[in-house]
Each structure stands twice: as structure tokens, then as C-alpha cells.
């Protein structure tokens, strides 16, 4: 089956503990991306890789570290975690540039106290 | 201040009633727009696009409708089903690279029997 799992699914934290959410995909696909949604304000795009050490910012960056050594994996770091990174973290990932084609991840709810 | 707005956080409909959900853009350069939905403990999903050079597109019981002068678009549910209860965001970009993607607030639908 075509998926993409995050790992863990909640988590609860406390700040300036360092974590890292784990984001897998099982179809090849190149591209894959991270984003936040925090209520009022939709998802917005946090990093994006188009293939593998290839990583670009996106709109909201800051705190946050991504890797891409193997296709298969987008690992999301956050070195020193802070109240303000409290929200819900999904990865995404898909063949081609076309956002139709996005398979999302089922998300990490994220507590930072 | 956000490109993308959904005005209304929540909206209840009748089983078999015609659901609209409406968003608002700010961005003239937006020429690709898109409605995901979301069940809850899932990622989003693709739902409806349509491109500037159109001012509707339907796909079954979905219709989007997009009014370029009013910087508008609606979506359209007909007939409403309960299955259809969901969180529905609307998106937007300059250009089809998901990277471009801005997504709205969010909209949820609750579709009763």
C-alpha cells in the first residue's frame, strides 16, 4: 500500500529538548516536504527536498533542521524546541511537482511545554 | 496578513442540501487554486483544482467555481453526504509547483444526516 508514516504520532516534550519526527515513504518519490497547521492559519510549508541532499527552505523555517540522505526518508530535527513549535507536523511526499500529486502523512501532534 | 482566506471556520448542511464553501485571495499572481479535505487523524487530500484560464470545474458531486475579478473561488458539494463531513482547505499558487502552494485557514464541514 502507498503511504507515508510519521513517526511518533504525539508527542509531548519540553523545551530545549532536541527531537526529531521521522517521515517515510514508500513509493520513490522525489520530492517530499514538511509543513506545520496551526489553527487560523492553514498549513504553511516549513522545508521542501526535490531529491536526495537536496533541501530548500520554505515559508516558515526557522527552529527547524531537515535531512535527505537516503530517497525514502525526511527526518524533521528540532535542535531546541520551543512553545511556539506546539502544533501538528505533516510530511508529504510525491512523484512530480504538481501539488495534486502530494500523498500527505497522517500527522504528529507536537506539545512543547 | 494571509493570501488565502476562508472566512468561515465551520458550516453544518442538511443531508442531500448543496454545501458552498467560499475562500478569498489576495494575490493577483495566483493562477492555480485547489481544495483539499481533511479527516481528522489524517493527512489532507487532494479534492479539485482549477486553473485561472477557467472559471469552473466539476468532478462528479464537486464544483469549483472561481470568479478572478472578485479574487473568489467557491466550492460546491451536491448532494451533501455525512461521509463528506471533513475539513476542507483551499489553496493557491503562481504556478503548479507544490512548493508555490499557499494554503487557507480551513473550512469544516459537517454534513448531517
Known amino acids: 500500500e502507498a503511504q507515508v508514516t510519521q513517526n511518533p504520532r504525539y508527542l509531548i516534550t519540553v523545551t530545549g529538548k532536541k527531537l526529531t519526527v521521522t517521515c517515510s515513504q514508500n513509493?520513490?518519490?522525489?520530492?517530499m516536504s514538511w509543513y506545520r497547521q496551526d489553527p487560523g492559519l492553514g498549513l504553511r510549508q516549513i522545508y521542501y527536498?526535490?531529491?536526495?541532499?537536496?533541501?530548500d527552505k520554505g515559508d516558515v523555517p526557522e527552529g527547524y533542521k531537515v535531512s535527505r540522505k537516503e530517497k525514502r526518508n525526511f527526518p524533521l530535527i528540532l535542535e531546541s524546541p520551543s512553545p511556539n513549535q506546539t502544533s501538528l507536523y505533516f510530511c508529504a511526499s510525491s512523484l512530480g511537482l504538481a501539488p495534486e500529486t502530494q500523498y500527505f502523512g497522517p500527522g504528529t501532534r507536537l506539545l512543547v511545554l | 496578513d494571509q493570501q488565502v482566506k476562508q472566512n468561515s471556520p465551520s458550516l453544518s448542511v442538511q443531508e442531500g442540501r448543496i454545501s458552498i464553501l467560499n475562500c478569498d485571495y489576495t494575490n493577483s499572481m495566483f493562477d492555480y487554486f485547489l481544495w483539499y479535505k481533511k479527516y481528522p487523524a489524517e493527512g489532507p487530500t487532494f479534492l479539485i483544482s482549477i486553473s485561472s484560464i477557467k472559471d469552473k470545474n466539476e468532478d462528479g458531486r464537486f464544483t469549483v467555481f472561481l470568479n478572478k475579478s472578485a479574487k473568489h473561488l467557491s466550492l460546491h458539494i451536491v448532494p451533501s453526504q455525512p461521509g463528506d463531513s471533513a475539513v476542507y482547505f483551499c489553496a493557491a499558487s503562481a504556478g503548479t509547483s507544490y512548493d508555490k502552494v499557499i494554503f487557507g485557514p480551513g473550512t469544516s464541514l459537517s454534513v448531517i444526516p
Open positions: 513509493m520513490n518519490h522525489e520530492y
Open positions: 527536498s526535490m531529491n536526495v541532499e537536496v533541501t
